[in-house]
């Protein structure tokens, strides 16, 4: 049949509502929750902002210092992924107030940076931030040109807002690519930088081999480069992978409290020259980190070994087991960790509860790790992170999963989904969850 004119003319009109659709379907949630550009998932009725998410994290510590004086430490379980140690020492308390001992840590603290990034201290560079979210914003702010075009590449297509926010700041623009494949499709002449994440906060992992491709293809086109490899320790470990300067970028980043017993800070090592200029707008941020924590990062990353990670790695898979049979293809299962997504968040509070649960994911996953928080002491990312830790629920088993059996794990969730279930569609019930009041 022949396309009639009154059509041809209606054409255009037909790509935009398609155009439409597509972009509205590409800004919402696979539940159809519209998404926050900023943080890349849906604001809810409750947790509308950064403010009620500060509120959460505030409740969540409240609910940990309230039980540890009741019951001790000890009742406490932390299923972070993250350990905030400090491991100073007796004889180094009397010298870190002093400049002389300022300038020694520090050298020594980057020298170690360089070593556990796999660098080479004859070309390359290390420094210390306060955490790892300072070390990205300060490298995406010293690579990043207003105007310029940033592709940011991961396994889910999910980059850190670390990231976004330092390319903000810097007055460029980002595109997030899933892969190496959709990476190369999105080279253009406004691309500048190349950020790679190597294994994201939710643990999913992108493939050395991809990764080594598009850093590869990336410095091909004399592209600034840098890695996200906040949780590099796991990834190094449980797919025996190499550290991240042995592929040379610009900079990279690693956490030495993520799979690592060492304070909150961002261990950045790189090329001699793109270290320098990142340093410096540290120094004048006021994000570089202070001598305490040079000093236990320092400490941190000189005493490590991988034999706790092992051990998380094969608790685990017990719990792997146990989730599987309780609650079959709901969860995902990548390296120490067992995690839902956004959406299976939501379907597993609506199928306990047999009604659709009006809850965005992130609300979800706050009000289940409080929950668990409460009655089982177990210390979860949806409780304590900061605003912007995306909506998934994470039980990862460093470094405190071998201290209960996996079957208490597993009840203390199905604990949480039966509690929260009923008065899921209740905005007042969830409140007094997450905010206490």
């Given amino acids: 049949m022949p396309i009639g004119r009154q059509t041809l003319n209606n054409l255009p009109l037909v790509f935009t509502c398609v155009r439409a659709q597509l972009n509205d379907s590409i800004n919402r949630d696979s539940l159809g929750n519209p998404l926050d550009p900023d943080v890349k998932y849906a604001r809810g009725r409750i947790l509308r902002g950064p403010e009620d998410e500060a509120t959460r994290q505030q409740h969540g510590l409240d609910l940990i210092s309230q039980r540890m004086k009741k019951k001790g430490v000890e009742s406490l379980y932390n299923l972070l992924g993250v350990s905030r140690a400090q491991p100073l020492r007796k004889e180094d308390l009397p010298k870190l107030g002093f400049l002389p001992s300022l300038a020694s840590v520090r050298g020594k603290a980057e020298l170690s940076a360089v070593d556990f990034l796999g660098g080479d201290r004859s070309r390359h560079v290390g420094f210390v931030t306060n955490r790892v979210s300072a070390s990205i914003v300060a490298a995406m702010m010293t690579m990043v040109r207003p105007g310029e075009m940033v592709l940011c590449v991961s396994p889910d297509g999910r980059t850190h807002p670390s990231v976004k926010l330092g390319i903000r700041l810097a007055g460029g623009k980002f595109k997030e690519c899933t892969g190496n494949d959709e990476f190369e499709s999105s080279l253009d002449s406004e691309v500048s930088t190349v950020v790679v994440t190597a294994i994201t906060p939710q643990l999913r992992h992108l493939p050395y081999d991809q990764v080594k491709k598009t850093i590869t293809s990336a410095q091909s086109r004399g592209l600034h480069t840098f890695i996200d490899d906040a949780h590099g320790a796991i990834r190094m470990v449980a797919y025996r992978e190499p550290p991240p300067m042995t592929l040379e970028p610009d900079a990279t980043v690693i956490s030495s409290d993520k799979h690592i017993f060492g304070p909150r800070a961002g261990v950045t090592a790189g090329q001699g020259k793109m270290i320098h200029k990142i340093r410096a707008l540290s120094l004048q941020l006021g994000i570089e980190a202070p001598t305490p924590i040079l000093a236990g990062a320092h400490r941190a990353l000189k005493a490590h070994k991988t034999d706790h990670i092992e051990r998380s790695l094969r608790v685990a898979k017990q719990l792997e087991k146990r989730l599987e049979k309780r609650y079959p ?109």
Avoid: H
């Fill in 329 to 437: 293809k709901w969860f995902y299962f990548a390296n120490d960790c067992a995690g839902l997504t956004d959406e299976n968040v939501v379907k597993v509070l609506s199928r306990s509860s047999q009604t659709e649960a009006s809850l965005v994911p992130q609300e979800a996953c706050s009000a289940l790790g409080m929950l668990m928080l409460e009655k089982f002491g177990i210390i979860t990312v949806s409780t304590t992170a900061s605003p912007g830790a995306a909506p998934y629920l994470r039980l990862v088993t460093w470094p405190d999963g071998y201290r209960l059996p996996v079957e208490k794990i597993v009840d203390a969730f199905s604990y949480a989904v039966d509690e929260l279930a009923p008065v899921a569609n209740d905005d007042d019930a969830v409140k007094r969850i997450l905010f206490g009041n």
